[in-house]
């Protein structure tokens, strides 16, 4: 390898330098505004033109500046981001959130990212405002902009039952997806079915891919085929459930079970059957995923998988709260993922002779 020229060396001292003591002094010197300038960015104020936001922002990253202690004066809050709010899974999320808010004597700010896996930029900069005690990002993610933001403020963030791979330094609450969708399957098997299909969610996120992946590996284990025709890919909404229902249940060598993505596909799904003269599980047996209170509720009573979504909102709530306590610069992420189980109920049965 060939040495570092002298002057280099020097460059790299003095950087590594820097980055260890670099104050907000040094930071407006070198983007040339004033340290209040640089105080209103840290602060998330509206007040600064964009181009020296931009400026700062930059610098802020490129020197991996954190507030202390003493400057990070937090609000009594915890912000909680969706992609989607629209459902009784995310009120299961919620609650969880809540009931450690509740006992930490903080309160719970709801956000939308209207569909996308990453929030908007304004979404940052309120954030930055308001410095909360911590950020909870469901089926979502940040950027690096978004990321290096909120770690210069000392906002910690976790995310939960993320989308994608949320990477090896961002911490995560998850579910045993795989192991649910194989549970699922394998009691259909377990049935005397042959012919499963599955309805799955959509193919970006990984949660719905893993338990398709268990899907295949119960009917692989069996010995049986993997047949593609039978695995429809959607979203996770009931109106997606009825429609893909509909494909798999009008074919002349239809399905005897079917594995839905979640519970409210399993609910479109009995609505399919429904309309087209099938009885549930005497002509088609049904399992869905996530055991929504709803799944106790229907008629029949719906076997499903139990994510344990309060459980997984709690610990992604005092996750976040433990990294807000902690002193020091980052620590190394936690994975963690809660156990599913299947809960059989009325709506599977033997398969139809």
Request: aromatic share 4%; with cysteine; charged share 25%.
């Amino acid at each position: 390898m060939k040495p570092a020229k002298p002057e280099e060396t020097q460059t790299r001292a003095r950087v590594s330098q820097s980055t260890q003591t670099a104050t907000l002094a040094e930071i407006a010197r070198q983007a040339g505004v004033s340290a209040p300038t640089v105080s209103k960015v840290l602060n998330g104020r509206a007040d600064v033109a964009p181009a020296t936001r931009t400026r700062v922002e930059e610098l802020l990253r490129e020197y991996g500046y954190r507030r202390r202690r003493a400057e990070a004066t937090r609000s009594p809050l915890i912000d909680l981001v969706f992609h989607e709010l629209e459902s009784a899974w995310a009120m299961e999320v919620i609650r969880g959130v809540e009931n450690i808010a509740r006992e930490e004597g903080l309160s719970v700010v709801l956000s939308e990212s209207a569909g996308r896996l990453t929030p908007g930029r304004t979404w940052a900069d309120q954030v930055a405002a308001r410095r909360p005690h911590g950020v909870v990002l469901v089926l979502s993610g940040l950027d690096e902009s978004q990321r290096a933001l909120l770690t210069s403020r000392s906002i910690p963030f976790v995310v939960m039952d993320p989308a994608g791979d949320p990477g090896d330094d961002v911490p995560s609450i998850g579910a045993t997806n795989w192991q649910g969708g194989l549970a699922a399957t394998r009691h259909l098997v377990e049935l005397g079915h042959r012919r499963i299909g599955a309805i799955s969610g959509p193919s970006r996120m990984m949660c719905g891919r893993a338990r398709v992946d268990g899907y295949r590996a119960a009917l692989e284990t069996a010995g049986l085929p993997v047949a593609d025709d039978l695995i429809k890919a959607g979203d996770f909404h009931h109106e997606t459930g009825y429609r893909l229902g509909l494909d798999l249940l009008r074919r002349p060598d239809r399905p005897t079970a079917v594995f839905a993505g979640n519970d409210l596909q399993a609910l479109g799904l009995y609505e399919a059957a429904r309309e087209l003269g099938l009885r549930i599980p005497e002509d088609l047996s049904v399992v869905g995923f996530d055991d929504l209170p709803v799944a106790r509720w229907v008629g029949p009573p719906l076997t499903t998988v139990r994510q344990p979504l309060m459980e997984m909102a709690e610990a992604a709530a005092r996750l976040v709260l433990d990294l807000g306590r902690q002193d020091g610069g980052p620590s190394t992420a936690t994975r963690v993922e809660l156990a599913t189980s299947l809960v059989v109920r009325s709506s599977t049965g033997a398969v139809p002779l």
